[in-house]
Nanobody, 115 residues
């Protein structure tokens, strides 16, 4: 079983920054991939940024140049640095991880960007 716990969400003005953290209950080296997802009201959950075991990264076009995904292996923690936030970034952000064919989710953290 894998537990993922997110933190760092909150209310921020447009143009501001937030850093989300996701702490895993086991070594993140063991995960095939990890990622940050978000779900806005009335919309489907989407992948915002992903990081694979080998280190490759991917981002959804709408956040490229503004968001940065990273990980700290000794701390079993993944981060999402979000800069130049826009109102359309408002959503619940979830941490996800894939391991041995299974996918695990955190409980989510709310990010609200006021314009």
């Amino acid at each position: 079983q894998v537990q993922l716990v997110e933190s760092g969400g909150g209310l921020v003005q447009a143009g501001g920054s937030l850093r989300l953290s996701c702490v895993a209950s086991r070594s993140i080296w063991s995960f095939y991939s990890m990622g940050w997802y978000r779900q806005a009201p009335g919309k489907q959950r989407e992948l915002v940024a992903g990081i694979f075991r080998g280190g490759s990264l991917n981002y959804v076009d709408s956040v490229k140049g503004r968001f940065t995904i990273s990980r700290d292996n000794p701390k079993n923690t993944m981060y999402l640095q979000m800069n130049s936030l826009k109102s359309e970034d408002t959503a619940v952000y979830y941490c996800g991880a894939t391991l041995d064919g299974g996918h695990y989710w955190g409980q989510g953290t709310q990010v609200t960007v006021s314009s």
